[in-house]
């Protein structure tokens, strides 16, 4: 397995251009089943996730290759509605191939998915929506068996989602565009990856009402075209990159992006007493002293992001005083505290809460990634530390973050991978 060794402390400061959205890209790879001719999707970063999709795809028969940051696939031809176990446990975002396997084909078979440890994770709001459209569905061995009911077509409806779920929204726009009839959404997720898909969709020929909304009215087609579209920013990559420069007094300019995507996080920035500035494609943070502790509750979009939670802790971690952070999306996100109280963070865990008394300076030691994002904390952390630290299992890095090394260096990050 992998390391990292990083030698501190650095100051964060460069520019670093930031990659299309891992979030965004893997639904966008999914839709690429529907059209029965060529998608060509531009901007998608290369990723172990992003690898892991088009893997998925090409296995069903799809002719889909990747050339530099862009992913040509046709669908014309589809061998078989088939997701193993093999691919789909590294990753749970594969269960988005079943939305457009069932909505095209009215039949899939998909493995049960794994991916990042924060939570049990289920996709029951996915099966009971295909349900609602008629789908019949078995879980059997592992694996979700699911066809349409008699036509081999999904039938509109009218479904309220129990909670908001990012993946769920974006599966089941995926299958009720080709379904018979309008499909009602209610409580649908808003997040802009979500946002993209069905800007993509509608670029295909699908019929989609609110979109960006939590009430999408979708109103079936009998087929979708190819389209040449590009993936939006990753706003966590963003957002990652830019904390940096909160831990060290640093000063980074990301390109390629837009603080569109990220305000909730940006606004948390300048509580935390850095100065923003952004343009057209660019966001620049720089930071003078230590970070001002702050409340941070994670919530759906567009509240603050999850995704960006373990990141912001870091920065909490060097705050001078004490921040609250709440977790209300996954029960089981808080693994990098104790890798971070390892370094010399003081952090205390109560149920959902993590109390986060600022220290003056974080220690290097050797640390383990515990999840995709949580894992930048930590590298983060090791390269505002004096002295060595190695990060262990940073194949969680590898499956989210683009060039990750390349770019740590132009910020000035001493850093160097440790095969294993
Ligand atoms: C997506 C993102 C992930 C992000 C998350 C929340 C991708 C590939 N991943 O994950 O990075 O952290 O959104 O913004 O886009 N839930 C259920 N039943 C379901 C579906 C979800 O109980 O059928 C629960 C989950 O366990 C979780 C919450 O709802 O507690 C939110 O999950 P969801 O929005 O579905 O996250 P993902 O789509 O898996």
Redesign the pocket.
């Known amino acids: 397995m992998d390391k990292f060794k990083i030698i501190g402390k650095s100051r964060i400061a460069g520019e670093v251009a930031v990659s299309g959205s891992?979030?965004a890209s893997?639904?966008l790879l999914a839709a690429m089943l529907l059209p029965s001719d060529e998608t060509i999707l531009h901007n998608v970063p290369t990723l172990k996730d992003t690898d892991t999709l088009i893997k998925l795809i090409a296995g069903m028969g799809v002719n889909i290759k990747k050339e530099g940051n862009t992913v040509i696939a046709d669908a014309r031809h589809v061998a078989n509605y088939y997701a193993p176990y093999e691919l789909v446990r590294t990753m749970?975002?594969s269960i988005l191939v079943l939305g457009a396997l069932l909505g095209r084909f009215g039949e899939a078979e998909v493995s049960l998915p794994g991916g990042c440890s924060i939570?049990?994770?289920?996709?029951?709001?996915?099966l009971k929506a295909f349900e609602a459209m008629g789908a019949v569905i078995n879980v059997e061995n592992g694996y979700v068996k699911a066809h349409a009911p008699a036509g081999g077509r999904l039938i509109g409806c009218d479904f309220t989602f129990d909670?908001?779920?990012?993946?769920?929204t974006e599966n089941v726009i995926m299958a009720a565009s080709l379904a018979k009839g309008t499909t009602r959404l209610e409580n649908c997720?808003c997040?802009p990856?979500v946002v993209d898909l069905a800007n993509m969709l509608v670029a295909m020929g699908a019929k989609i009402d609110g979109i960006g909304t939590p009430t999408m009215i979708i109103e079936g087609v009998e087929s979708l075209h190819g389209c040449e579209y590009s993936v939006i920013a990753d706003r966590i990559e963003t957002g990652s990159y830019l904390a940096g420069a909160l831990m060290s007094e640093g000063d980074v300019l990301t390109t390629n992006t837009s603080a569109e995507l990220l305000h909730p996080v940006l606004k948390k920035f300048e509580a935390m007493g850095a100065t923003i500035t952004t343009g057209d494609n660019w966001i620049r943070a720089v930071m003078k002293g230590r970070p001002k502790a702050v409340d941070i509750r994670t919530q759906?979009h567009p509240g603050f992001?999850?995704?960006m939670q373990a990141q912001l802790m870091a920065v909490c971690c060097l705050a001078d005083g004490t921040s609250t952070i709440i977790e209300n999306?996954?029960?089981n996100r808080f693994m990098h505290v104790p890798e971070l109280n390892r370094m010399g963070a003081n952090i205390r865990i109560d149920g959902h809460t993590a109390i986060v008394t600022g220290v003056e300076k974080f220690s290097p030691a050797p640390v383990m990634a515990t999840d995709l994002r949580a894992s930048m904390s930590l590298v983060m952390a090791a390269a505002c530390a004096e002295g060595e630290s190695i990060i262990d299992r940073i194949y969680h890095i590898d499956r989210g973050y683009d060039n990750v090394e390349q770019k740590l260096k132009a910020l000035g990050v001493n850093i160097e991978r440790i095969q294993g």
């Open positions: 891992k979030n893997l639904p749970r975002a939570g049990s994770r289920p996709v029951d709001q996915h909670m908001v779920t990012v993946g769920g997720a997040e990856e759906v992001p999850t995704d999306i996954f029960e």
